[in-house]
């Protein structure tokens, strides 16, 4: 009995894990906005991941404004995606 209860606990805490997006936050102005597919934060260019919640998110994000973005690698690097944008609010 212990072990189903152990096991349903796992597997309810690891849906919940699965529906958080997990991978390196920056916090910076964007530069630009290139449509859907780009964005410039503190002057570093990053492409946007097709199909992510960012490529939803990216249209209500314009230059000058203060966002957290989270990217799917290491932000050095150009294989880095944005995965999800989110802009302050009164920024």
């Known amino acids: 009995m212990k072990v189903a ?4 606990a796992f597997a309810v805490s690891s849906v919940s894990l699965a529906s958080r997006i997990v991978g390196t ?3 910076g102005q964007v530069t630009s906005v290139a449509g859907v ?4 934060i503190n002057g570093q260019q990053y492409p946007i991941k ?4 960012a490529a939803e998110q990216i249209g209500s994000v314009t230059s000058g404004e203060t966002v957290d973005a989270v990217l ?5 690097s150009s294989s880095t995606h944005v995965v999800a944008i989110h802009a302050h ?3």
């Not at 799917?72 to 050095?76: E, L, Q, S, V």
């Open 5 to 8: 209860v152990i096991a349903a």
């Open 37 to 40: 597919d780009a964005v410039t």
């Open 89 to 91: 609010n009164g920024q």
């Open 25 to 27: 936050k920056i916090t």
């Open 50 to 53: 097709v199909g992510s919640p």
């Open 72 to 76: 799917d690698g290491p932000p050095d």
